[in-house]
């Protein structure tokens, strides 16, 4: 079994790579983030022309996330317990989206991007995190042997490798301490990251902005991931990125992360050729 996670900056503009990808990587799991899509919008025939149950939480152009499977699709949960709002008065956002698929609880997560230190959205951005980290602490008390993923795009690159160049990130969000101190207790509360040592870095990234060359110029960050709970933990063989589908027309700025389970290698397929695989 595999588990993917991919922002994909816009379902509708990418529906056509998203399909390509999901014939070649095989993912039975892929958890989707920044569809900027409402429900009525999203292009949820990509995924059920290929066997794929889906479900999706959009609210408007922006943010979005969405859960597709082919190996099951059950007890649906739109947000997380206490996940807060933004804006004034306090508003929902369609950041996460759960369901059970395989017998794994999986997470789609869009965390708020933070903005600057000195905006609102970057005290948000720890509320939200510390929310999640109660939420996921009571799911383990409840259930210490729960097998659950939190895939997503974080916004937070937790190591100073993690981006292309640590001093052009001198007073702007995403290497804060505080940020970088909300990823590590996620990891203390149970859910640890479990591709970073299966894809050592420096230099391994799974996002490039579009602006200045970034992609080719390799100016990356590692903003991306799979959170596994120790349950799942004890089933994870394997991981990779597919930074293939970084190139070429209409790409994501991210690319998408891979969680191998029971002996699956976690590789882009591509990758697995080129191996001999």
């Not at 903005?115 to 005290?123: G, L, Q, S, W």
Request: net charge negative; charged share 30%; proline share 5%.
């Amino acid at each position: 079994m595999r588990i993917a996670t991919w922002n994909v900056n816009s379902a509708r503009a990418r529906a056509e790579r998203i399909g390509a990808w999901l014939d070649r990587s095989e993912a039975d799991v892929l958890a989707i983030q920044e569809t900027k899509a409402r429900d009525d919008q999203f292009p949820a025939s990509v995924f059920t022309d290929r066997g794929y149950e889906v479900a999706h939480h959009g609210l408007s152009q922006w943010n979005g996330v969405a859960i597709a499977s082919r190996v099951g699709l059950e007890d649906v949960q739109v947000g997380f317990p206490g996940q807060p709002g933004y804006g004034d008065p306090e508003e929902a956002e369609a950041r996460a989206i759960g369901a059970t698929c395989g017998g794994v609880q999986v997470w789609s997560l869009y965390v708020p991007n933070g903005r600057e230190v000195d905006h609102p959205h970057y005290a948000y951005k720890l509320r939200w995190l510390d929310a999640l980290r109660e939420a996921g602490s009571a799911a383990l008390a409840a259930d210490p042997d729960a097998q659950i993923a939190y895939g997503g795009d974080f916004n937070i690159a937790p190591r100073d490798e993690d981006v292309w160049d640590i001093a052009a990130f001198d007073g702007l969000t995403h290497v804060t301490g505080p940020e970088r101190e909300a990823f590590r207790a996620l990891g203390e509360a149970g859910f640890e990251d479990v591709v970073r040592d299966r894809t050592p870095g420096p230099g391994v990234y799974t996002y490039w902005d579009y602006k200045g060359l970034a992609f080719p110029k390799r100016r990356g960050m590692r903003i991306d991931f799979v959170l596994a709970s120790p349950a799942l933990r004890a089933r994870v063989s394997g991981a990779g990125i597919d930074r293939e589908e970084r190139k070429g027309k209409g790409a994501s700025d991210h690319a998408p992360v891979i969680v191998g389970l029971d002996g699956d290698e976690g590789l882009p397929r591509d990758k697995k050729k080129e191996d001999g695989a």
